[in-house]
């Protein structure tokens, strides 16, 4: 178990350092900010994400994104951006659990995402703690390089899941969705985009596929 918990590390590390040229990722969270969870130990998540403005009909931004479990407290991702006005093409993300969450307790994640030589990487830290009426999230984050604080909720409610999430600063992007479960492999997560400064609102889908990737699961 250790040996194999060594080589995921390795794999993990030799991952990043590939994508610290590359480009930035988003990993397990509500949709704009990340929670102090992973995709689970052995996972592989795939999902095809869709944004663009409210009212509007072209797509602005399409991304695959791919995220993979090392260990129950490791995960770290790349994404594409196949078309769009990006910089970046490839993009990459990781998390950590500092510290996992018990019935009724704090789960604590550090991570960063922006891991590219076209913008300063942001650096973050999450803490979740589940209450009887729902999940609540709070930390802080830094965007090129000032910093944020950020906060969460979300609430399941059978095969939905409503979250909501806000960020302050400069941009002060927020946002509100909601997450239908259609199989256990299977989800569509929506919700409306809220930036700041006069922007206007957007929207975005996000298709996503989960497959355990050992044999005993």
């Not at 969450?101 to 300063?120: E, F, N, P, W, Y």
């Not at 492999?185 to 409306?192: E, H, L, N, R």
């Amino acid at each position: 178990m250790a040996a194999k918990s060594a080589l995921f590390l390795c794999i993990a590390i030799s991952s990043l350092l590939l994508l610290a040229t590359s480009g930035w990722g988003c990993g397990t969270g509500l949709l704009v900010i990340p929670t102090a969870e992973t995709v689970g130990d052995g996972v592989y998540s795939f999902e095809y994400q869709v944004d663009s403005e409210s009212g509007g009909v072209l797509l602005d931004t399409g991304l695959l994104n791919n995220q993979l479990g090392l260990g129950e407290r490791f995960e770290t991702g790349v994404d594409f951006i196949p078309h769009g006005d990006a910089p970046s093409r490839v993009l990459g993300n990781y998390k950590y659990i500092i510290k996992p969450q018990g019935d009724g307790k704090m789960a604590l994640a550090v991570g960063a995402v922006d891991i590219s030589h076209h913008r300063k990487p942001s650096f973050f830290t999450v803490a979740s703690i589940q209450q009887r009426f729902g999940r609540f999230h709070f930390g802080a984050m830094s965007v090129e390089s000032a910093g944020c604080g950020i906060v969460g909720f979300d609430k399941e409610c059978g095969k939905i899941t409503f979250m909501c999430d806000y960020t302050t600063g400069r941009v002060n992007p927020a946002s509100i969705g909601l997450t239908y479960q259609i199989t256990s492999a299977f989800g569509i997560d929506t919700g409306v985009l809220i930036p700041g400064g006069g922007e206007k609102a957007g929207f975005t889908i996000h298709f996503v596929w989960n497959k355990s990737l050992r044999k005993d699961k």
